[in-house]
């Protein structure tokens, strides 16, 4: 009997590289025995490879049924290996091409969440054309402080600092502008980090929403950064226990809106700040990390599933061609 083939793309070209071969792994290793893994290793210089040797995406994708792409950050979640998906008509799991472009852009995803009336904190932005010293002090005397610095495109909060001065406010943008084109500026608000999950067409609900998790992060961590994501160092506690009813409510239906405004597919992830004066969206995740310390697995888990169960389920989504 034919097993269905799954190429599990990872590595890549960002600073994310190193979460993508987690992630890539801990799929491989959860698929269930009905499907054949392949596991499709991109390098650092852009190299594709499939079972130890170098080859072209058009010959691997004529060997396999549909793809997982377990990529994170450039290349992997702006819309740019999509389009490569989209130009062979290989099923695919995930957001299409132009779902992906958009919720990577955060500057554009702000401007979305600003149309939805979705709270989100208050943003300014910066490009590398401007002449970035003067831009930044107007920024500096306008904006409230402190203020939260990071790359408009990327994850894993690389290049993300809170700036308490205006040397660290100039330092930020500039090590920003080292990672991307584009830097985002935002209001720092302070509150309990959540993240909160979704999944399409799953136990009979169109947009199933996972309950929030509460991200509680060690002393010494200014915010939910590379460190404290991934060295098993922070709480991660699902279901969020100190939120109320009303809190949940609002996370679960901000989390459902992001996903259909920025016209994502199959599953995604939203991050907030829950403040006193309600929850709001800092950004949100197409391609959320699923190594074994990642919040969207352990939010399956929560419900009474299983990661083979949620693997499995994005892999009928992705056949299923919608």
Known sequence: MHKIRVGVIRGGVSNEYSVSIKTGAAIINNLPEKYEAVDIFIDKSGVWHCAGVVQHPADIFSHIDLVINALHGYYGEDGKIQALFEKYAIPYVGSDSFGSALAMNKVLAKEVFKKEGLR?????????????????????????????????????????????????????????LAEDTMVLIEECKKGKEISCGLVERFRGEEHYVFPPIEIITPKGSAFFDYEAKYNGISQELCPAPSLSKEEKTEIMEMTRKAHKALSLRHYSRADFILTPQGAYLLEVNTLPGLTEESLLPKAVEAVGSSFQEFLEHLIALALQKK
């Not at 002090?137 to 205006?166: C, D, N």
Request: net charge negative.
């Open 120 to 176: 989100s904190p208050y943003y300014a932005y910066i490009e590398e054309s401007e002449d970035v010293l003067s831009r930044a002090k107007e920024l500096y005397r306008h904006m409230p402080q402190p203020t939260v610095v990071k790359p408009a495109s990327g994850g894993s909060s690389f290049g993300v600092i809170i700036a308490k001065t205006f040397n660290e406010f100039l330092e930020g943008i500039e090590n920003a």
